[in-house]
């Protein structure tokens, strides 16, 4: 499903005086592309994926899934938390998991919310857990994993819903260069594969080599990026 945010602005109020974080953003990721966004700290990174996400909305412009307007006033929190649930798969920079849950368990539960946990969706959670090189730990613990499976377990999670769009907000910062390079790997693998539109936030430059485009964000706008050099 293409990914497309036009005219992004994104005010908020900071002691009285109003700051521009995006101002007259633009982005189209489209099906199995896989676009990484790199920018300084504070620039407004995780801002963007928020919007992407239907976590927050913009103060204005739109952000289209499937040629719906999901930010527009006219569309409820309700509508687009179902969309959220069906469409997108998030993963942070930090994993996120239960404690108290299997790794099977973690990727089961998101069927369960849905009120689907059958036999299908138990064997999808499996199946994951072996796309991301996890299928014998998936009766772990998360304090028995390292960070980078529990990074890995989190993306398992994200695409459990079968998502169109899958988000990740720096998902390899609390990783070693080769383990985040494996989860960045996982996360191209899977937008090929599944051809989710698939949006990387990350400032390891050393990261970038499995993705299509890598756009930069600076002064509330994004520039294309020349891949060569980064
Ligand atoms: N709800 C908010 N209220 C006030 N300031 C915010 C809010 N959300 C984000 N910001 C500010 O917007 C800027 C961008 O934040 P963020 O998107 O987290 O940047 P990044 O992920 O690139 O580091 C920061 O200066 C942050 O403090
Ligand atoms: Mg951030």
Same mark, same amino acid.
């Given at each position: 499903m293409k990914l497309e945010l036009s005219n992004i602005t994104v005010d908020v109020t900071d002691g009285g005086e109003t700051r521009h974080i995006l101002s007259g953003l633009d982005l189209v990721v489209e099906p199995g592309e896989v676009v990484a966004i790199t920018g300084d700290s504070g620039s407004g990174k995780s801002t963007l994926v928020a919007l992407a996400g239907l976590l927050r909305r913009p103060t204005s412009g739109s952000v289209i899934l499937d040629g719906v307007d999901?930010?527009?006033?006219? =569309?409820s929190e309700r509508d687009r938390t179902a969309t959220r649930r069906r469409e997108i798969g998030l993963v942070f920079?930090?994993?996120?998991?239960? /404690?108290?849950? =299997?790794a099977a368990e973690q990727l089961e539960l998101v069927a369960h919310i849905d009120g689907r946990l059958d036999r299908d969706a138990r064997a999808r959670a499996l199946e994951l857990l072996e796309l991301v090189g996890m299928g014998e730990r998936?009766?772990?613990? /998360?304090?028995?994993?390292?960070g980078g499976e529990r990074q890995r377990v989190a993306l398992a999670r994200a695409l459990m819903n079968q998502p169109s769009i899958v988000l990740a907000d720096e /998902? =390899?910062?609390?990783? @070693?260069a080769p383990r985040g390079r494996e989860i960045m790997a996982l996360l191209a693998e899977s937008a090929r594969v599944q051809g989710t539109s698939t949006l990387i936030v990350t400032?390891?430059? @050393?990261?970038?080599?499995?993705? @299509?485009r890598v756009v930069h964000l600076s002064g509330g706008q994004l520039v294309d990026r020349d891949l060569v050099g980064v």
């Open positions: 999901l930010a527009s006033p006219s =569309t920079q930090s994993s996120n998991l239960f /404690p108290s849950l =299997t998936a009766n772990q613990r /998360p304090g028995k994993l390292s /998902p =390899t910062a609390s990783l @070693d400032h390891a430059p @050393d990261q970038l080599s499995n993705v @299509d």
